[in-house]
């Protein structure tokens, strides 16, 4: 069951009872603060697994740990538990990353309905079945390698497909040292032909003598177990850096190396307005599918209430989450818009004069009566800049609520303005899980979320419009690691000598 049950409820007893009549295996996950959170004691069985994957840095699920140890608890995988349910001796590894090969497809998908209006439960037997929410726009989603369009898949089918993986032995392994070694060396004389080709005034023989330290080397570090992929940029790397040395020592006039300047800058740009055309590409398509999430989710419950004939309570609850799924795509679009009329403003224009000091002891208090936490400000106090207050505003207060959303309740928020050169500082630290090395950057992207959110409310839209409107105001913002855990964000400004 891909479904945390910390709360009992009622019901529960019954819901015991049927576990306990086959084997089972109930979810575990993580908290906030790193803790188990375990099914409630009614239905606790003696199996359970945890649901915790290893993103990689572009947000795709490829592995995960066979088991995972937190706060002094050793916890095997679900899919490694599930997959033992029909498989006693499957030997348990600790502490290996598993790697499905994701080419167990399709995992047959039954609607709960179907079971219990029908009854057509002959489907289910002598199957392993997972339990778990897939509806668009509801539960966790992540990306696989093999994700139809690139769209996220319920987690409940990832674990499902990663423990077939594991019973069919379809997992990945690293290649022996000795295929990388080869690999690489075929692959380092095949780019060597390839580049030497062309290029007449080098013969092929004596770019190949001068490259075979850099194809041994390669080869030798190979034995070092490093990945073919990292292998396969490097060779290339080399072996144009190699030819193009020779190539610029064999010619003399400056006519020649001014031409060959020119090239280069140009594909340059070339590879710049492509790269741009990319992003914007990619750009589009993000905004089309986080549209499509919730509104997804509203022609569901629209159905719902069409279709059915729901209790007073239940249409009233269902009426409900409409107005939440719309509310949240008017903010979505809301958001959207002060970010493309951003870039039509001009800063010259309508920059002005503005107390970043008294700004934030301004903003810092109104958001302290609004919560119960506390927030400590340390501000140098007249400090100037030039820009718009409505929009430093927001990133005072998109940055000042963040840290109250990720942080512990008890721990305070720290709020700080300072000079730095010629620059203004302005920090906010919390002591919330922090933002790994490898997403620092990547946060402050369009639709972008830490891993470490968790199921955090937000549209991945806060901490864009926050990047967006420093860069309008020629400044930067940063995410650090902070001075007791947590996280700083830090926002640089010029500072304004104007009168």
């Known amino acids: 069951m891909d479904l945390l049950l910390p709360e009992e409820g009622p019901g529960d007893e019954l819901l015991a009872k049927a576990l306990n009549r086959g084997p089972s295996a109930l979810a575990v996950g993580l908290d906030e603060e790193g803790h188990w959170v375990l099914p409630n004691r009614v239905l606790r069985p003696s199996v359970v697994g945890h649901v915790s994957f290893d993103l ?22 679900l899919p490694v538990a599930a997959a033992r349910l029909g498989n ?29 209006e029908a009854g057509h439960v002959e489907v289910l037997k002598d199957r392993i079945v997972f339990i778990g929410t897939s509806a668009a726009g509801v539960g966790d989603r992540f990306i696989s390698p093999v994700s139809q369009g690139g769209s996220p898949e319920p987690g409940v089918q990832i674990e499902a497909i990663s423990a077939q993986a594991l019973l069919s032995k379809d997992l990945l392994r690293p290649a022996s040292p000795l295929i990388n070694a080869l690999l690489a060396f075929g692959l380092g004389l095949l780019v060597t032909f390839l580049l030497a080709l062309p290029r007449r005034s080098i013969p092929l023989i004596g770019s190949g003598l001068v490259l075979a330290p850099f194809l041994i080397s390669a080869a030798s570090l190979s034995y070092l177990r490093l990945e073919l992929a990292a292998l396969s940029v490097l060779f290339p790397l080399l072996l144009t850096g190699v030819l193009m040395a020779l190539d610029r020592s064999r010619r003399s006039s400056a006519e020649m190396n001014t031409a060959q300047g020119r090239i280069s800058e140009l594909e340059i740009l070339q590879e710049s307005i492509s790269e741009t055309r990319k992003q914007d590409a990619e750009a589009r398509r993000v905004v089309a599918h986080e549209l499509k999430t919730p509104l997804t989710s509203v022609r569901g419950l629209a159905q719902l209430l069409a279709q059915f004939d729901l209790s007073p309570s239940e249409r009233n609850r269902v009426a409900l989450m409409v107005v939440s799924e719309t509310s949240r795509l008017a903010q ?22 503005l107390d970043l000091s008294a700004l934030c002891i301004e903003r810092v208090g109104f ?44 721990t305070p928020i720290r709020v700080g303005v300072r000079v ?15 933002v790994p090395m490898q997403e620092r950057e990547r946060i402050f992207g369009r639709f972008a979320r830490g891993s470490a959110q968790g199921l955090a409310p937000g549209l991945g839209l806060g901490l864009a419009l926050v990047a967006e409107v420093v860069g309008w105001h020629h400044g930067s913002v940063e995410a650090a690691e902070g001075t007791d855990g947590g996280s700083i964000f830090r926002v640089r400004l010029p500072l304004s000598r104007r009168p």
């Open 332 to 353: 979505m679009v809301d958001a959207l818009l002060d970010l493309e009329r951003l870039r039509l403003r001009d800063f010259d224009r309508d920059a002005k004069l």
């Open 420 to 434: 730095e050169e010629s620059l203004a500082v302005f920090e906010v630290e919390d002591h919330g899980p922090g």
């Open 56 to 77: 990689d840095r572009d947000g795709v699920v490829r592995r995960f740990s066979s088991t995972k140890e937190m706060s002094g608890i050793s916890m095997p995988a």
């Open 367 to 410: 958001l302290r009566a609004g919560t119960q936490r506390d927030i400590v400000a340390n501000i140098v106090m007249g400090q100037h800049v030039l820009g718009d207050k409505a929009l430093l505003e927001r990133v005072i207060e998109n940055l000042v609520s963040n840290a109250i959303k990720f942080s512990p309740a008890g």
């Open 88 to 116: 006693d001796p499957l030997p348990i590894p600790v502490g290996v990353m598993i790697r499905p090969g994701f080419r167990t497809r399709p995992i047959a998908a039954v609607s709960a309905a179907s079971i219990l």
